[in-house]
């Protein structure tokens, strides 16, 4: 009966300690993954261009970075990326963006930035424009939940931490019992 009440106080010490742990956590930004951003299109043809971009898409703010070759008969000069992004589910509205860089030596590289209201599938709509040529793509980005992993990880940590504390106390309680024995047979020793 002892051993079902500490087991008890234990998982009730260990469930309280968690719920500080996590209000102790600050909030932060939404972070959808780590690392470099990647790529959601390679060399994508838009008419006369070639498009690669490479995403971060965050709730909140993602970001895209674009690399476009022109077509070699067209001179250096201002090329302009359009992004329409409009949620698969329900959203606020979409969301737009446009960029403008120079190119030199038929390439231009542009950073832009579009606003992510929720996770989920998001239709693209690129428009390239360079001098009196356009080109255009669609095609969907998956937009990363809005909190990090860190609460994953403390859920699924929880069996082993469970694991964990009773193997330490059947250790503990083991050891106890040798000290016991240990003690008893020098008693009848003497």
Not at 12 to 31: K, N, Y
Not at 97 to 112: C, H, M, N, V
Not at 150 to 166: Q, R, Y
Request: proline content about 6%.
């Amino acid at each position: 009966m002892q051993t079902i009440q500490r087991w008890l106080i234990l998982l009730r010490g260990m469930f309280v300690s968690s719920l500080i742990l996590v209000s102790l956590v600050p909030l932060q930004p939404a972070a959808a993954h780590f690392g470099e951003p990647y790529t959601v299109l390679y060399d994508q043809k838009l008419g006369e261009f070639t498009l690669s971009m490479k995403a971060d898409p965050d709730v909140g703010t993602g970001t895209f970075y674009s690399d476009i070759e022109l077509p070699s008969s067209m001179a250096d000069g201002e090329v302009t990326i359009a992004i329409q992004a409009v949620a698969d589910a329900n959203s606020t509205g979409p969301s737009n963006s446009s960029a403008t860089g120079q190119s030199t030596g038929q390439k231009a590289s542009i950073e832009q930035k579009i606003e992510f209201d929720q996770e989920g599938y998001w239709t693209l709509d690129v428009s390239v424009t360079a001098g009196n040529q356009t080109g255009q793509h669609q095609f969907k980005v998956l937009v990363t939940p809005p909190f990090p992993p860190w609460i994953t990880t403390l859920i699924c940590l929880a069996p082993f931490l469970m694991v964990g504390a009773i193997w330490t106390l059947t250790m503990r309680r083991n050891a106890m019992l040798k000290q016991q024995q240990a003690e008893n047979k020098e008693e009848q020793r003497a």
